[in-house]
């Protein structure tokens, strides 16, 4: 079954240092989305990506956060000087485009700054 | 989207079924009734969505009233793999449409041996 893979898992770095997550979305899947869960907390939109531009985002999705997808297969959001309140749970996800789409979520990329 | 009012936790004994209620009384006609679970700390699982008639795949039943002001997610024989967070989440589903899920609190699911 095609599935939304990411990396890192894991990730620990310093505050004031730029981390960049990557996703790989499902083959065919024309929407992209990055949410984030905080320890404890609900899962929170940052932003859905269509056709090579943004097509919503969120309060959380200020100027320190961008988002790309530099080849056909992969989708990374940056953040650009970590802070501490940025430790999260950070899922990237895909839909296609179509009637009722579904959206697929990965297993999440752990990012704690330290 | 709709807001969604799901209960904050239930229980169920291992291989019974699990009926998880949720209300979504200003659900637009357009609007979708989707169930995602997340375990423990993993990605939200898709489980299930309908629009008016009730649905079922490998994973869930999902009952939608007449009216659409109210679901429930039926597994019919829970297992303790089946313990999670369960969304009910409703949103538009037109072709177009890549727009956000809304998460809300959830139901927390424990089943019990």
């Known amino acids: 079954e095609p599935e939304v893979t990411q990396t890192p898992s894991h990730q620990v770095t310093q505050m004031g240092q730029e981390v960049i997550l990557r996703c790989v979305p499902i083959s065919n899947h024309l929407y992209f989305y990055w949410y984030r869960q905080i320890l404890g907390q609900k899962v929170e939109f940052l932003v859905s990506?269509?056709?090579?531009?943004?097509?919503?985002k969120s309060e959380i999705f200020d100027d320190q956060f961008s988002v790309e997808r530099p080849d056909g297969s992969n989708f990374t959001l940056k953040i650009r000087s970590t802070k501490l309140e940025d430790s999260a749970m950070y899922f990237c996800a895909s839909s296609v485009q179509g009637s009722g789409n579904t959206i697929y979520f990965g297993e999440g990329s752990w990012l704690t700054v330290v | 989207d709709a807001k969604t009012t799901q209960p904050p936790s239930m229980d169920c004994a291992e291989g019974r079924a699990a009926n998880l209620p949720c209300n979504h009384s200003?659900?637009?006609?357009?609007?979708?009734v989707y169930w995602y679970r997340q375990i423990h700390s993993q990605g939200p699982q898709y489980i299930i969505h309908?629009?008016?008639n009730n649905e079922t795949n490998e994973m869930a039943s999902l009952i939608i009233t007449e009216d659409r002001k109210s679901s429930t997610l039926i597994l019919p024989h829970a297992t303790l793999r089946d313990t999670a967070v369960y969304y009910c989440i409703v949103r538009v589903g037109t072709s177009n449409a890549g727009n956000m899920l809304t998460f809300g609190g959830g139901t927390r699911l424990m089943v019990k041996p």
């Open positions: 990506f269509y056709n090579n531009e943004i097509s919503e």
């Open positions: 309908g629009l008016k």
């Open positions: 200003t659900i637009s006609g357009n609007e979708y």
